[in-house]
Antibody, heavy 120, light 108 residues
């Protein structure tokens, strides 16, 4: 069955960096666009970034542009999010999710999420 | 950016009752590219409806979606105990993809 498992979350100081990973199984990873979506504690959902199946295209929310970098390794069935210059407002559960279609789409499978806390 | 406004914020109903959730967009959502998700506490969102009215794999037929343009509705025909949760709409007709703020369906 389809599984997405995030890791790499934790407590980091403002200005610090963190790299999230998402290990995928149960489908042909290299066929799908993938995204990161986050949810601040007690708040709603916010799309963060997506990457095309071959890594040719990436896109970012304005709130993270220039600070976050999405990448993938199709040989390892893994998705990544490098987060730099972290701010308190980046505190959230970060989900990786599979785009159901190419380009802008909805998400049909989600991981369980990993919590990132930015605090001094 | 398209802003999605969901109403009501909270819906208090009993099992067996019908739930009607609304999602209104600040501008027309092209091609009815609108989805609905269910989220329970401590869990990831689950896709229920895509393309405004198509049920995702494995979703019971008591869930239905309708609408076009700027007004969309999620209907749960008869609430089961497991349906009490928060529901989000999401548009993917234009970038960036955006979510509504959510509607909580709680047990009355």
């Amino acid at each position: 069955q389809v599984q997405l498992v995030e890791s790499g979350g934790g407590l980091v100081k403002p200005g610090g960096s963190l790299r999230l990973s998402c290990a995928v199984s149960g489908f042909t990873f290299s066929d799908y666009y993938m995204s990161w979506i986050r949810q601040a504690p007690g708040k709603g959902l916010e799309w963060v970034s997506y990457i095309s199946s071959s890594s040719s295209y990436t896109n970012y929310a304005d709130s993270v542009k220039g600070r976050f970098t999405i990448s993938r390794d199709n040989a390892k069935n893994s998705l990544y999010l490098q987060m730099n210059s972290l701010r308190a407002e980046d505190t959230a559960v970060y989900y990786c999710a599979r785009d159901r279609g190419n380009w802008d789409s909805d998400w049909d499978y989600w991981g369980q999420g990993t919590l990132v806390t930015v605090s001094s | 950016e398209i802003v999605l406004t969901q109403s009501p914020g909270t819906l208090s109903l009993s099992p067996g009752e019908r739930a009607t959730l609304s999602c209104r967009a600040s501008q027309s959502v092209s091609s009815s590219y609108l989805a609905w998700y269910q989220q329970k506490p401590g869990q990831a969102p689950r896709l229920l409806i895509y393309d405004a009215s198509r049920r995702a794999t494995g979703i019971p037929d008591r869930f239905s979606g309708s609408g076009s343009g700027t007004d969309f509705t999620l209907t749960i025909s008869r609430l089961e105990p497991e349906d009490f949760a928060v529901y989000y709409c999401q548009q993917y007709g234009s970038s960036p993809r955006t979510f509504g703020q959510g509607t909580k369906v709680e047990i009355k």
